[in-house]
């Protein structure tokens, strides 16, 4: 395979495995036979997906251009430390696309997926990534309400009253196992004593939805397709849920995007109206979506978890208290 399309070579690179070289350098022979268009230079970008550099399942990423030197496509690896997230990712953003009706549009599918020597691999159409500094300012005036919409959009499609079993199985175990955490600051432990108190007594009804799981502005790019109004797309879906749990995605979401005060308590009031609770609630579900992602860490570094689980209650606080 070393020829001129070759990704890399162990000299050229530190960070990837030499499997996950393999993997790229398979993949890219596949989509040379696949495709229609003949393929340029390949060149490895960023970190993983959603940005986290450091974390020991993160994917290897790669553009592929055009013999034109187009970007074309974007090939995700898996880590042979999680060797089925990128197939996860593909078969996640599916069935997310298919829950959504119109507002899947937005999520962005695989063009190509499969594996080599067990490590899942898939390719993407290339769409632009958001920028940072001063153009990061502009860009967010006008994507910012279509995306806010969306989501809204996203959880009037899929919210569902939970039934029994799902509110064992997804808010009380969750919960229990979040008080019980003892690495978890006392105040947390206590707020998860108190949602458990109003699901025990009845004060709460949870409603389930789909989440995205890790919804920020680094999952969300440019659609090449733009017309008059702004047109995006949504990526990395290996955590989302079909029966999730709202208010987490709003709360990543506005932080990312800059939403505060009065903004986001207004978008906020709206997803507890479609959840069917009051803005006490809208802290149960955050609670129960930290209370999942605690369960289901893998290799997500606990003492970030924690810090990013009093920033989300943070934010969430300083417009409903």
Not at 9 to 28: F, G, K, W, Y
Not at 55 to 84: G, Q
Request: glycine share 6%; aromatic share 6%.
């Amino acid at each position: 395979m070393a020829d001129e399309h070759t990704v890399l070579s162990s000299h050229r690179t530190q960070d990837p495995s030499e499997l996950m070289i393999e993997v790229a350098n398979a993949a890219l022979e596949q989509l040379r036979e696949d495709l229609d268009f003949p393929l340029g230079p390949a060149e490895r970008i960023g970190g993983d997906q959603s940005g986290s550099q450091g974390v020991a399942d993160a994917t290897l990423k790669m553009l592929i251009r055009d013999r034109s030197h187009r970007p074309r496509l974007v090939l995700l690896c898996s880590s042979p430390v999680a060797p089925d997230l990128v197939k996860r990712n593909v078969e996640r953003a599916a069935l997310a696309k298919q829950a959504l009706g119109a507002a899947g549009e937005a999520v962005l599918t695989a063009s190509h997926a499969g594996e080599f020597n067990g490590i899942s691999f898939a390719a993407f159409p290339y769409c632009t990534p958001l920028r940072d500094g001063w153009a990061w300012r502009l860009q967010r005036c006008y994507i910012r309400p279509a995306v806010l919409r969306w989501l809204q959009d996203a959880t009037a499609a899929t919210v569902r009253p939970a039934d029994v079993e799902t509110i064992k199985s997804n808010f009380t175990l969750p919960l229990e196992y979040l008080e019980s955490l003892k690495p978890m600051p006392g105040a947390i432990r206590e707020m998860a004593a108190g949602a458990l108190k109003r699901l025990d007594h009845g004060s709460w009804l949870p409603h389930s939805c789909l989440m995205h799981g890790d919804l920020w502005k680094g999952n969300l790019l440019l659609s090449p397709h733009a017309s008059d109004k702004p047109r995006f797309v949504v990526i990395d879906w290996p955590g989302s849920l079909l029966q999730g749990y709202g208010i987490y995605d709003l709360i990543r979401l506005a932080d990312s995007l800059g939403v505060r005060g009065r903004k986001l308590h207004s978008h906020i009031a709206s997803h507890c109206q479609l959840l069917q609770c009051d803005l006490t609630d809208s802290k149960s579900h955050l609670l129960a979506a930290l209370a999942h992602i605690a369960m289901h860490l893998e290799n997500f570094p606990l003492p970030r978890y924690i810090s990013m689980s009093r920033h989300c209650l943070g934010v969430l606080d300083s417009v409903i208290d």
